[in-house]
């Protein structure tokens, strides 16, 4: 990781990978198929408005089947590492389950949205959300029946991006764990973050599309790599 001891502001990205080894499937990895439906043409708003129950469906599905998983070791020690770094520390996940939380990671926002809140469209707030929306339940705030998953599909803009943009702007050390670098604008993170003078670290299961962005990639399964490297920052 070479020298260390001037890496004070860090920042981490985290993927679908992060949560494979707790049972959720990753986009690419299943071909990216649901029903035989790619994920690109399942979550976008061109779908919803075109077959409603179809993407109600797969996020139903989706959202259930995250409430039986657990967070895995890398969740555990990404949350630890968390607690005991005392510089600038972002999470930032492109994941959509809540292991991160329930690892408890503070230092944490979801830039592509949640499974468990709901979202209407109607009143535009936002609901902490388990049940399915299927039946197109009443909005708890204005009773409109325009619930819908507070999810940032393909076309739409990813949340709290000027504080990630922020926080790029004063990295020293920008982490990538367990993504494809197939979608942006997360996958340019790590250019931003280069160009800006910090170092740039993959943990992924294989090289990513964007691996040579980082000066430093290390393979394997996150269950292992990432406890390894939250142990290194920790020790200092
Ligand atoms: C936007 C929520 C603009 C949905 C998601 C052409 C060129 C370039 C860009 C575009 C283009 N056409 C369109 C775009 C933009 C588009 C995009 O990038 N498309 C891609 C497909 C080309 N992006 C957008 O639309 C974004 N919005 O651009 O808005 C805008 C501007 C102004 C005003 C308004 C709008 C919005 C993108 C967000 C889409 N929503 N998620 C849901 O979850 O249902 S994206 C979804 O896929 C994930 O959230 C994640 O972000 C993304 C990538 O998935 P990964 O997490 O990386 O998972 P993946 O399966 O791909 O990879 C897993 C990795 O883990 C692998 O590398 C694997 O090796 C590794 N792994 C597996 N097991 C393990 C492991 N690693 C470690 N351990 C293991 N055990």
Redesign the pocket.
């Known amino acids: 990781m070479g020298d260390m001891s001037n890496i004070r502001n860090i920042v981490i990205l985290t993927?679908?990978?992060?949560s494979?080894?707790s049972g959720i499937d990753?986009?690419?990895?299943a071909g990216?198929l649901w029903e035989n439906h790619r994920?690109?043409d399942?979550?976008t708003p061109e779908a919803f408005a075109r077959d409603p129950n179809l993407v109600l469906r797969f996020?139903d599905a989706?959202r259930e089947a995250i409430q039986t998983k657990a967070p895995n070791p890398?969740h555990d020690a990404l949350a630890r590492l968390d607690a005991g770094w005392n510089g600038n520390l972002l999470l930032v996940t492109?994941?959509?389950d809540d292991l991160h939380e329930r690892a408890e990671s503070r230092r944490l926002l979801h830039m592509?949205?949640e499974h468990l809140n709901a979202w209407c469209s109607f009143c535009d707030t936002r609901h902490r959300w388990r049940a399915p929306l299927l039946d197109r339940p009443p909005c708890p705030a204005c009773g409109s029946r325009a619930l819908r998953p507070d999810?940032?599909?393909?076309?739409?803009?990813?949340y709290r991006m000027d504080e990630i943009y922020a926080a790029l702007r004063e990295v020293d050390l920008f982490v990538s764990?367990?993504?494809?670098?197939?979608?942006?604008?997360?996958?340019g993170f790590a250019q931003t973050a280069r160009e800006l003078g910090a170092r740039t670290l993959e943990?992924?299961?294989?090289p990513?599309q964007g691996s040579r962005m980082f000066h430093e990639c290390r393979h394997?399964?996150?269950?292992e790599?990432v406890p390894a490297w939250a142990e290194e920052m920790l020790a200092g």
Request: aromatic share 10%; no cysteine; charged share 10%.
């Open positions: 993927g679908a990978g992060v494979a080894e990753t986009f690419r990895s990216g994920v690109e399942v979550a996020y989706r890398a492109q994941n959509v592509h949205g999810i940032v599909w393909f076309g739409e803009m990813p764990i367990g993504t494809s670098g197939a979608v942006y604008p997360s996958a943990l992924n299961l294989e990513s394997g399964p996150a269950s790599v």
